[in-house]
């Protein structure tokens, strides 16, 4: 109990230094135009890392590769990258699940 005690606080730590740099630190500066390119890529890199474990291994398979979620995740990224709409995309691989779900194999 007292290590998930430990790692909540260390994340909170954490957590919080790393707003506090760029909040209170650098809030009132003008950051230079490197950098700014550099953070407007971070959501682009974060979702990916975030969604592709749960398409490659969903724990809902028992960890199995799931055609019907590859199809559905190839779907909302042909979408978004055709249409350049996150709404789309997510409407997409929406579509594909439902049709895989109610459709019979």
């Known amino acids: 109990m007292k290590d998930l005690w430990l790692i909540i606080v260390l994340m909170g ?12 630190l650098v809030g009132d500066r003008a950051l230079p135009g490197w950098l700014l390119r550099h953070l407007r890529y971070t959501a682009v890199a974060v979702m990916p890392a ?23 995740a190839a779907a909302a990224l042909a979408v978004g ?22 459709l019979p194999v």
């Open 13 to 24: 730590l954490g957590s919080f230094g790393l707003r506090f740099v760029f909040l209170g």
């Open 50 to 72: 975030l969604v592709a474990p749960l398409v490659v291994w969903p724990s809902a398979t028992g960890g199995e590769t799931d055609p019907l979620r590859l199809a559905a």
């Open 81 to 102: 990258y055709g249409w350049k709409s996150l709404y789309g995309a997510m409407i997409a691989g929406a579509a594909v699940m439902l049709a895989g779900a109610w």
